[in-house]
C-alpha cells in the first residue's frame, strides 16, 4: 500500500535508503554478507528506475499531493486576481464613457431653453416679423396714450378730502402735482401763474392748487413754507419741496419752475 512518503516523492528510487534500513546496519555478519552478495548483484543489473519529469503547468494537476495542491491554489487566486482587474478596467471605461454621453437633467433643460431662445432670436431677425413687431408694438403705446386721462388747467382744491381724492383715486400713471400756497405771499401768486401755463403744456400730469390754511400745517409753515410743491403717483410721495421762494425767488417764469421740476425728474422732457 503507497505510503505518503510515496505520495510526496512519487515512485520509489532504487538506490533510496529509508532510516528504517539505516538501523539494520548494526546485524550480525552473515547479514552483512548476504546484503553484500545482494548489492553486488544488483549492481550488475541494469538501472530500470528513471527520475521523473519535472512537472509543468499545463491547466491541471498531476501531482494530487500537497505541493500540487499547493500550486493549483496559486494559480486560481492569480487568475481570480486578473479576472478582478479585467472587470474593474471594464467598469471605469464604462462609467468614463456614461459620464461623457449622460447629461444632468439641469443641463438638458438648459440646452433645450437655449435652443428655444435661439429659435426667438431667428425669428425676430425676420425683417417681415420686425415690421409687424414694431407696428404692433405702436399701436398698443397710441392705445395707451389714449386712455391716459388728460387735465390741462390747474385745478383749486377746497377741502382736505379733496386733496386726499386728488392723490388716491387718480390713475397710478397719473403724476400729481398739488402747489401749496398763501394768498398774501408774492411767490405764490407768480407760482399759480407758471402752473397754469405747465398745465397746458403738460396735459397728462394733473395739476393741482390748495390754500395752507385748509391743509391744517402749522402757523410757521403757513408764514415760511410756503410756496410748496407736492408730487404724487400712485399715492405715494415722489417730491416734497418747500421754500421755494428762497430757490427762485419771488419773481420768476415757467421755464424755471419747468426746469426745476424736469431736473428733479418730476416733470418728463419735452423735445
Not at 548483484?41 to 491547466?59: D, I
Not at 403738460?202 to 392748487?209: D, E, G, L, S, W
Not at 410721495?237 to 421754500?243: A, D, L, M, P, S
Request: glycine share 6%; with cysteine.
Amino acid at each position: 500500500m503507497a505510503t505518503l512518503e510515496d505520495k510526496i516523492l512519487g515512485n520509489k528510487l532504487q538506490n533510496y535508503c529509508s532510516s528504517s534500513e539505516d538501523e539494520g546496519e548494526g546485524d550480525s555478519d552473515d547479514d552483512r554478507s548476504g546484503d553484500e552478495e545482494g548489492g553486488t548483484a544488483a549492481a550488475e543489473a541494469p538501472t530500470s528506475a528513471e527520475l521523473p519529469p519535472v512537472n509543468n503547468w499545463t491547466g491541471q494537476a498531476s501531482n494530487t499531493g500537497p505541493k500540487g495542491v499547493l500550486e493549483d491554489w496559486r494559480r486560481f487566486k492569480q487568475l481570480e486576481a486578473e479576472n478582478r482587474a479585467e472587470l474593474a478596467k471594464e467598469r471605469i471605461a464604462l462609467a468614463k464613457k456614461l459620464t461623457l454621453t449622460v447629461k444632468p437633467d439641469r443641463e438638458a433643460t438648459q440646452d433645450k431653453q437655449r435652443e428655444e431662445l435661439e429659435d426667438e432670436l431667428t425669428e425676430l431677425m425676420d425683417e417681415e416679423f420686425l415690421l409687424q413687431y414694431q407696428k404692433q408694438r405702436m399701436e398698443e403705446l397710441m392705445s395707451q396714450l389714449s386712455k391716459v386721462p388728460k387735465f390741462g388747467v390747474l385745478t383749486t382744491l377746497n377741502s382736505q378730502e379733496e386733496f386726499l381724492n386728488a392723490i388716491d383715486k387718480e390713475d397710478p400713471k397719473v403724476t400729481v402735482i398739488i402747489h401749496i400756497y398763501n394768498n398774501s405771499t408774492r411767490a405764490c401768486e407768480t407760482m399759480d401763474g407758471c402752473l397754469n401755463i405747465l398745465a397746458t403744456e403738460y396735459p397728462t400730469t394733473k395739476f393741482c392748487r390748495i390754500a395752507v390754511d385748509i391743509t391744517g400745517l402749522s402757523r410757521h409753515f403757513r408764514v415760511d413754507g410756503v410756496p410748496a410743491i407736492l408730487v404724487y403717483k400712485a399715492g405715494q410721495t415722489i417730491g416734497n419741496f418747500v421754500q421755494l421762494a428762497t430757490e427762485l425767488g419771488n419773481d420768476f417764469y415757467a421755464t424755471d419752475v419747468e426746469r426745476f421740476l424736469v431736473e428733479f425728474g418730476m416733470l418728463p422732457e419735452i423735445k
